[in-house]
Structures are given as structure tokens and as C-alpha cells.
């Protein structure tokens, strides 16, 4: 059972546009959230996080939103760029340290490709 | 080094012989995870180490996989008699510590194939 799902496989998008990737969730205990940005043949990138306690975090470009009602969290890049393509992970964990508290739980990803 | 390590950076073995994969960590990073990859797949938990133990064994999926960490440093998985449902990306990640909002750092993985 997906405990963090992208069900977006893929997104094409115009340079200069916004880009606009989905995550949804189920477990309720997770608080920590996480967009990773993976090339190929290179490991995952930490992009931006946001924790549970806030609904918007940014950082130049990228936004992360987190609508915790709904258990949905969206990536805006503004403009896109076409070194923004990517494959792009969202995680989620339920912070702590005690047993799989701390674990990254991934979804599938979202392939992103900008067009110049 | 600066980053995460990892070798092989691509491993093709046969069916049913034994691979051991390396992760080094970014030094002073005390929390090492290992999760793999498999085609159309997200990432996948197999193991977190504190340290050189490892507390969270829950993502293991068979007894034939198991991992070790020396000196608080460099892991190891081993996976032995290998099936071809074992090829995947196995990804190492460190942290400085298992905390909130720690970010773990991915190495570029180890591409694994089993024929």
C-alpha cells in the first residue's frame, strides 16, 4: 500500500512557465515532507523540505505547499527552466527516533521535462 | 570527499552468486540508510544505521540481504545468491545525525543486474 503517491508520471512544460508537481499522502503521523530532484545516473538532491506546522515554504524559485486536510503537497517552480529536468521524488517521514520514525517514504516520482 | 560514495557504480552478476555493494558516507555523518530502486519504481527503505548498529531492519526483504557498518563509516550490503528480482538501483544516504528535519545525503548508487 502507497503510503505517498504521484500520480503524474510525467510533466511537460514550457521554459518560462510553471511547473507544478503533486504528491498525496495517507499516513496522518507523517510531519516532515521533502522534494528530491534525481539526474540520471546520480543520486537524489535534497530541493526543499516543509514541515507539517507550516503550508508554504519557499526558496527562490521553488515553492512547496502543504494542505494537510486534503494530505496534499504540491512543488511550484516558477519560472521553469530546462535544466529543471528531472526526475522529481516526493518523501514524507514521521519524524523521531525510534524505530522506522525517520524513514524517508517515497513516491515514484514525476519526470519532468522542460522545453525551451 | 565531499559527498556520498558509492562502488561499484554498476554491477552485473549471475543468478545466484553473492554481490556486496559499498557505501561511504560523508565523514562525520553518523546516520547511513540504504534504499534501492527498482525500474518504475520510488525508492525503497531497506536499512538505517546509528552509528554501526542498525536498529531499523524492517525494509529487508529477505534474509538473503544483510548490511554492516564499521567504524561508525564506510556499509556494506551483501546479497547473497542473488535473484533477478534483486536488479535494481541501490541508493546509500547519510545524515549527521537521525534527527528532525535531518537531511540525508544520496551517494549515486549502485546499478545492479542479475541475470
Same mark, same amino acid.
Given at each position: 500500500d502507497q503510503q505517498v503517491k504521484q500520480n503524474s508520471p510525467s510533466l511537460s512544460v514550457q521554459e518560462g512557465r510553471i511547473s507544478i508537481l503533486n504528491c498525496d499522502y495517507t499516513n496522518s503521523m507523517f510531519d516532515y515532507f521533502l522534494w528530491y530532484k534525481k539526474y540520471p545516473a546520480e543520486g537524489p538532491t535534497f530541493l526543499i523540505s516543509i514541515s507539517s506546522i507550516k503550508d508554504k515554504n519557499e526558496d527562490g524559485r521553488f515553492t512547496v505547499f502543504l494542505n494537510k486536510s486534503a494530505k496534499h503537497l504540491s512543488l511550484h517552480i516558477v @519560472?521553469?527552466? +530546462?535544466?529543471?529536468?528531472a526526475v522529481y521524488f516526493c518523501a514524507a517521514r514521521v519524524s523521531g527516533y525510534g524505530g522506522s520514525q525517520g524513514n524517508l517514504i517515497f513516491g515514484k516520482g514525476t519526470k519532468l521535462s522542460v522545453k525551451p | 570527499g565531499a559527498g556520498v560514495s558509492q562502488s561499484p557504480s554498476n554491477k552485473v552478476t549471475e543468478k545466484g552468486k553473492d554481490v556486496e555493494l559499498r557505501c561511504d558516507p560523508i565523514s562525520g555523518h553518523t546516520a547511513l540508510y540504504w534504499y534501492r530502486q527498482s525500474l518504475g519504481q520510488g525508492l525503497e527503505f531497506l536499512i538505517y544505521f546509528q552509528g554501526n548498529s542498525a @536498529?531499523?531492519? =524492517?525494509?529487508? +526483504? =529477505?534474509?538473503r540481504f544483510s548490511a554492516e557498518r564499521t567504524g561508525g563509516s564506510v556499509s556494506t550490503l551483501t546479497i547473497q545468491r542473488t535473484q533477478q528480482e534483486d536488479s535494481a538501483v541501490y541508493l546509500c544516504a547519510s545524515s549527521l545525525k537521525r534527527a528532525d528535519q535531518e537531511t540525508q545525503y544520496f551517494g549515486p548508487g549502485t546499478r545492479l543486474l542479475v541475470l
Open positions: @519560472p521553469s527552466q +530546462p535544466g529543471d529536468s | @536498529p531499523d531492519k =524492517s525494509g529487508l +526483504p =529477505s534474509d
